[in-house]
């Protein structure tokens, strides 16, 4: 189905593309990262735009890392994502989720500010930036907020984007010893979206209890959601089967699901409970894994 006709802006920096956006906020306007969602819904009259504000030139496709923050531009594709060696290291869980959005081709386009910001229940950038504690800049004409991850969405496709502005920077914290995975079940192992996926964060202490945990999923409730609940139960314990297997039944409670053509409602819960396990097992795993070549590296010299 061919487009509709549109008018293509292309502003050369991020101030011209917030002024741009600004003259355009009361009109039928949308700004194009990637495209792999946007050209389908317009394409399928899902989406109108009279306007589309390419945002390639805007500065927007670098990774940074300082000694308290990593910072992902928004345009930064999954490919970029699940490639870089330094977020495969400090950030397993981001590098896993990017290596699984779609196909090859989809992932050298897509963004992931492209796909936070369509809002979808199912995405899957989302359930890492949760229990990363990950921060969005998000920018207007002469204003910008900083929004925690788990305040951005609203409902499915809704976000707290006002007209006018556009998420320009992830930001997360450089945790010490925390380690988090990603996990996800589909009706087939790639290219196909998730009927659940989930992330889950630990860090440990000295006696060997939880001193901290993050546990978010997505695709069993309006928008991507944090466990606060499972979370609460294994907040400053010692890890044990039977503690992960409670705490795992405890945040598939905390889901609300529906049933469609991919799953019912019953099996996302059900799913839900293996794959926050599996999460916390791989978590935990990596902050034993990191102590134990601190250790080593430690004792290197000797």
């Not at 802006?9 to 700004?31: H, Y």
């Not at 069993?220 to 409670?246: D, M």
């Not at 889901?255 to 999460?279: F, H, N, Q």
Request: charged residues 25%.
């Amino acid at each position: 189905m061919l487009l509709k006709s549109f008018e293509y802006i292309k502003p050369n920096n991020l101030a011209a593309v917030l002024g741009v956006l600004d003259e355009l906020k009361d009109k039928k306007s949308s700004v194009l990262a990637g495209g792999t969602d946007l050209i389908p819904w317009l394409r399928a009259k899902a989406k109108e735009a009279e306007y589309l504000v390419d945002l390639e030139d805007a500065g927007l496709n670098q990774v940074a890392f300082d000694k308290d923050n990593a910072r992902i531009g928004a345009m930064v594709t999954f490919a970029t994502l699940c490639q870089h060696p330094e977020v495969g290291r400090r950030f397993p869980a981001i590098a896993e989720a990017a290596g699984q959005v779609g196909a090859v081709q989809t992932r050298t386009l897509a963004t992931i500010g492209g796909n936070l910001c369509a809002g979808v229940p199912s995405l899957d950038s989302a359930p890492s930036l949760l229990v990363l504690d990950a921060q969005f800049r998000l920018q207007s004409k002469g204003k910008e907020r900083m929004v925690p991850a788990e305040k951005f969405f609203l409902g499915p496709r809704r976000t707290v984007l006002q007209p006018g502005e556009i998420m320009t920077e992830i930001v997360i914290p450089i945790q010490a010893g925390f380690r988090a995975s990603f996990q996800r079940m589909g009706r087939r192992k790639a290219l196909t979206l998730s009927i659940v996926n989930c992330a889950a964060g630990v860090s440990m202490g000295s006696g060997s209890e939880i001193s901290k945990v993050r546990i978010a999923l997505g695709a069993v409730a309006p928008t991507p959601i944090r466990a606060y609940k499972a979370e609460e139960l294994l907040q400053g314990r010692k890890v044990t089967p039977e503690l992960l297997a409670e705490a795992a039944a405890m945040a598939a409670t905390e889901t609300s699901p529906i049933g469609d053509l991919r799953a019912s409602a019953d099996y996302r819960r059900k799913i839900s409970a293996v794959l926050v396990r599996r999460a916390l097992e791989n978590a935990i795993e990596q902050t034993r894994q990191t102590e134990v070549s601190t250790c080593a590296a430690a004792g290197g010299g000797k």
